[in-house]
């Protein structure tokens, strides 16, 4: 055996014949110009047979052996054979002569493996020489835009020298055979089935003198037993036209069934002299018709197999011999003639065929086309798919699910086109994507497809236990029929699920839909593919500006301002009375705000637990303050406001437990994200990111700005001499990493949104239990809810602090206004125009009742100590209506305590120096 397999290996090329020990007696010496092979038909070939006789009796039998086990063959090749020998056999038998045994079983073989990429396929030889003598050109222009489907005139029949049809009296003059000839020849050239058809049956008629006929043609398929009966052509006299034929209703006779269906299904002629006797006769054809049936001759239509491809009949005798039954002279010739009628509509068929293979190329050469065309964005890459796609199967609704990129096992996206949406010119808006919509894959008739890679085709999905019929409840679609399909990459990973419901006419989903479908779907995989490598380029180029942006603007604190701040005396918590929910940050200078944000480290004992170097803390906390610009409201001292009250709320609620409610990684990483929350804010909202189209935006499509300031904070995070997260565990680095990222995408008012109403119906089943908290959904979501308490709470504090607050807030808000009125040329928001100041009281006034009261209302029923916040946020509400009131008396006003100068001037927080 160990002989056997090392030849077989030299057969494989795997190993190469220098100085294998064979253990055998004899050893033979092979040169490099004459290494053997196994195949004796490639030796044949190659003209190498310069073997003794005892090695080719050994390769003989061997070759017998594996002859005799396949599977063993099978599975030495699929784990041996090289991707390089592969390539080359394929090369080889797609060029070679001789016909070969394929290795399709051996490919089946590898189960699991993934398929090779398109690079590594191996390259066919074919040359342009062989398409000579076509002359139509692949690309078009129709209507100024450049196609390659082919203009209307180009699916006619090519064209051939017009033969003049001979006249009745002309052919009587012919004897039988010139007669026959003369038929043969009017039907030989004739490539459009309509007409050939059309052909037929009235030179059937001149033969048997008969005075209507029909041609029914086979349809289906032989093997699964679907055949039927379709008429080409019903009811055709001497003196109808091809263009009289269209206008009539197609009859489908099942195979069988009827006299027509008799003689498909034996294959032998029918003739009979009065139609009305014989049971297989529909006499409800000529209650329809109006025409009485007599006699009827009918006669199969065979290919060259002998297998029936169609039926032709003629009834009654025409003329003054109506009377007469069809004659065995007739049924002769009408034999002989059809003999020849099969080969031409097998021509004619085979020619339609061509037609419409090349149709559907040109349909995936313009589906080509649209893919590479379309690669801005992967919804507008999908839509584009959508629509081709709707408009070729003529569904009532189509859809795409995509799988999530980074969790397998979850759809991320769902792409949804009707078809009415195609009725809109708009592409903007028939693009329907249902972002953010995370669902597990695993149920339903697309987490089926997903999860195993089938196809299913569905004629009836209410038939079907893996249908959700929830889906239809409370709309006004219905599904019936369904065909989904998986989405593969070039990997053959499964990258989403393709789905088609209801075909518009009623019927069912057919084996065509699927073939266009799965040829649909292997374009969407790689379109797919492509655009999410663009799109990962575009993100890596934005973030590559974002990134000289922070460069040239940012730095990290030297090492000398650390040790300043290091070797200064920070004053307690007490001395400061940061632990107090009503602080007024105004009262510290920009040294005390750094020494205070260090004490509440101290004070929450973070840098013992967490083996934080005081030096570095010191330096993170001046670059944190750094990389805050130097703008009205979103800056260094707004960031340390929003940590004071965290650090006072998380004092306060843990102090209250019997067991500590947050734990110091919850701790540290709440301290970290208030203080990093706002990093580098440019003094302008989300909106105007996506408004303008900054690089910013473009890295981050949702909390434009809380994801940049994640990712700063991170940079910090990550810089030499920042490192507070240093020394800690991986696991704890990990988990207080994920909350620092969570607690910042909080302070998105619209996340915020969408999570209130849930957190609001906790408290209500809470009631004052603390510990109802403790589970880790709930806590995260506590966590982002205090994140928004401690951004918003400037809205608490004493009214000359939040009185302050509102005019540095409404003074950056006017700012980005003004920018949008002056640049942009675009009407800005109520709050962001400078020309609505006076409505500063009335805006206030409502962002308490909507926002700030139901939030500190709950934070005070779930934690009876916070509820100072909640009075304090009333008490400013009943000043700033008194404000509004004030306004709208009509007694002359009082001097307004609000009015805001054009630009107030900013707090200078701190030293920008070289940066």
């Not at 798919?385 to 699910?401: D, F, G, N, T, Y």
């Not at 089938?454 to 009836?460: A, E, R, S, V, Y």
């Not at 889906?471 to 006004?476: Q, Y």
Request: glycine share 4%; charged share 25%.
């Amino acid at each position: 055996m160990l002989t056997l397999l090392r030849i077989f290996a030299e057969h494989l090329n795997l190993w190469h014949v220098n100085d294998v020990a064979v253990n055998r007696r004899q050893r033979v010496s092979v040169t490099e110009s004459s290494q053997r092979r196994i195949s004796h038909d490639r030796r044949r070939r190659m003209g190498t047979v310069d073997m003794t006789e005892t090695i080719r009796a050994e390769y003989e039998r061997m070759e017998a052996w594996l002859d005799n086990h396949p599977e063993f063959v099978h599975d030495y090749f699929a784990r041996k054979a090289t991707r390089s020998l592969v390539d080359a056999w394929l090369i080889s038998h797609s060029t070679s002569s001789q016909s070969q045994q394929p290795l399709s079983e051996s490919a089946n073989s590898r189960g699991g493996s993934r398929q090779s990429s398109g690079s590594s396929t191996p390259v066919r030889k074919i040359s342009a020489q062989e398409f000579e003598g076509i002359n139509v050109p692949l690309v078009t222009t129709i209507d100024g835009n450049v196609t390659f489907l082919a203009p209307p005139f180009c699916d006619k029949p090519p064209s051939s020298p017009k033969r003049t049809r001979r006249s009745v009296n002309r052919l009587q003059q012919l004897d039988d055979r010139e007669l026959m000839m003369e038929l043969v020849k009017d039907i030989a050239n004739e490539l459009d089935l309509s007409c050939l058809c059309h052909k037929i049956l009235q030179n059937v008629i001149y033969l048997t003198n008969a005075d209507r006929s029909s041609l029914f043609l086979v349809q289906g398929d032989k093997e699964t037993d679907s055949r039927i009966l379709v008429s080409k052509l019903f009811d055709v006299s001497a003196d109808s036209t091809p263009e009289d034929m269209h206008c009539k209703e197609e009859i489908r006779v099942p195979w069988g069934m009827g006299i027509i269906g008799h003689v498909a299904k034996h294959g032998e002629a029918v003739n009979i002299g009065n139609a009305y006797e014989d049971p297989r006769f529909n006499k409800q054809i000529d209650v329809q018709t109006g025409y009485k049936t007599k006699s009827i001759l009918c006669m199969p239509i065979k290919n060259v197999e002998g297998d029936v491809i169609g039926v032709a009949q003629v009834i009654n005798k025409s003329g003054s011999n109506s009377h007469e039954q069809f004659n065995e002279g007739d049924q002769k010739v009408f034999t002989d003639y059809l003999t020849f009628c099969g080969i031409g509509i097998i021509n004619a068929q085979l020619y339609a065929i061509s037609q419409l293979e090349n149709k559907r190329n040109q349909v995936l050469l313009e589906l080509a086309r649209a893919v590479f065309e379309e690669q801005s964005t992967l919804s507008n890459l999908v839509t584009r798919i959508m629509i081709h796609l709707q408009s070729l199967l003529q569904c009532e609704r189509c859809a795409v699910l995509l799988v999530d990129e980074n969790t397998q096992g979850i759809f991320s996206q769902i792409f949804d086109l009707e078809a009415a949406d195609l009725d809109n010119d708009d592409f903007d808006k028939i693009v329907k994507l249902t972002s953010q919509l995370r669902f597990p894959m695993n149920a339903g008739l697309t987490g089926y497809v997903a999860m195993t890679g089938k196809t299913l085709n569905i004629p009836d999905v209410y038939e079907d236990s893996r249908f959700d019929r929830t889906v239809d409840d409370g709309t006004n679609f219905i599904h019936k029929s369904v065909l989904c399909m998986c989405i593969r990459n070039a990997t053959n990973d499964i990258v989403g699920v393709g789905m088609l419901i209801n075909k518009l006419d009623g019927t069912v989903f057919t084996k065509n839909d699927e073939h266009f479908f799965e040829a649909f779907n292997i374009f969407c995989g790689m379109g797919i593919h492509n655009t999410r490598i663009y799109e990962k380029a575009v993100r890596a180029m934005a973030k590559q500006r974002v990134a000289l942006e922070l460069l040239s603007y940012h730095a990290i604190a030297s090492t000398e301002e650390a040790t300043r701040i290091k070797r200064m005396h920070i004053p307690s918590t007490q001395s400061y009375q940061i632990y107090d929910l009503c602080f007024d940050h105004f009262s510290l200078d920009e040294d005390d705000t750094i020494k205070a944000s260090i004490r509440m480290f101290l004070d929450l004992k973070l840098v013992d637990k967490f083996h934080i170097e005081y030096e570095t803390l010191c330096r993170w906390v001046l670059s944190t303050r750094k990389n805050y610009r130097n703008i009205q409201y979103h800056n260094w001292r707004h960031a340390f406001s929003v940590a004071q009250t965290m650090f006072a709320m998380l004092r306060v609620l843990n102090s209250s437990c019997k067991t500590q409610l947050f734990s110091d990684t919850e701790c540290l990483a709440l301290l970290v994200a208030c203080l990093s929350h706002d990093l580098d804010h440019r003094g302008t909202n989300n909106s105007f990111q996506l408004l303008t189209q900054t690089p910013l935006a473009q890295l981050y499509t949702t909390s434009t700005m809380e994801h940049h300031h994640f990712d700063h904070c991170v940079l910090i995070l990550h810089s030499k001499g920042c490192e507070i997260l240093s020394n800690t565990k991986q696991s704890d680095y990990e988990e207080c990493l994920n909350m620092i990222e969570h607690s910042i995408i909080s302070t998105d008012l619209a996340v915020y949104f969408q999570t209130a109403a849930k957190f609001f119906e906790l408290v209500k089943t809470s009631g004052a239990d603390k510990m109802f908290w403790t589970a880790d959904e709930k806590k995260q979501m506590l966590r982002g809810m205090m994140m928004v308490a401690s951004d918003l709470s400037a809205i608490c504090k004493p009214w000359e602090v939040e009185k302050r607050v509102a005019q540095l807030v409404a003074s950056e808000f006017f700012e980005q206004g003004d920018i949008e009125k002056s640049e942009l040329q675009h009407q800005p928001n109520e709050m962001m125009d400078r020309d609505k100041q006076d409505s500063l009281p009335d805006m206030q006034v409502g962002f308490c009742d909507h926002l700030c009261l139901p939030l500190y209302n709950h934070m005070s029923q779930a934690f009876t100590e916070l509820e100072q916040l909640h009075t304090g946020c009333l008490q400013n509400r009943e000043l700033w209506q008194k404000v509004v009131d004030t306004k709208a008396s009509p007694s002359p006003p009082s001097p307004d305590p609000l009015t805001l100068e054009p630009n107030p001037p900013a707090v200078n927080h701190h030293d920008e120096g070289s940066t």
